[in-house]
């Protein structure tokens, strides 16, 4: 069975950078698509970025230009760098993989909180 576990949320400053990783254990099948959604507070979750097994990527408008997400398959790692951060970008973040960014497989695990505030 595989599992992710998401880490490196944390407190930072408007403007600051974060990067937030995801341990893949197990193995996921070829040509998965892995992707990273956010769930803010008092709303529903959303996607923030997706990676094809090709290395093509999609981004949520709010986020294009200051995400950046990648993979690293060697290290089973997918990643999400994020600069130029925003109160807004304030959420837990979760990383899954699927069929396609809306056909996931699996279910949802603890995700890493990101606060972003003075």
């Known amino acids: 069975q595989v599992q992710l576990v998401e880490s490196g949320g944390g407190l930072v400053q408007p403007g600051g950078s974060l990067r937030l990783s995801c341990a893949v254990s197990?193995?996921?099948?070829?040509?998965?698509?892995m992707v990273w959604y956010r769930q803010p507070p008092g709303k529903p979750r959303e996607l923030v970025a997706a990676i094809t097994s090709g290395g093509s990527t999609n981004y949520a408008n709010s986020v294009k230009g200051r995400f950046t997400i990648s993979r690293d398959n060697a290290e089973n790692t997918l990643y999400l760098q994020m600069n130029s951060l925003k109160p807004e970008d304030t959420a837990v973040y979760y990383c899954?993989?699927?069929?396609?960014?809306?056909?996931?497989?699996?279910?949802w695990g603890q995700g890493t909180q990101v606060t972003v505030s003075p």
């Open positions: 899954r993989f699927g069929y396609s960014a809306y056909n996931l497989v699996g279910s």
């Open positions: 197990g193995s996921i099948f070829d040509g998965a698509t």
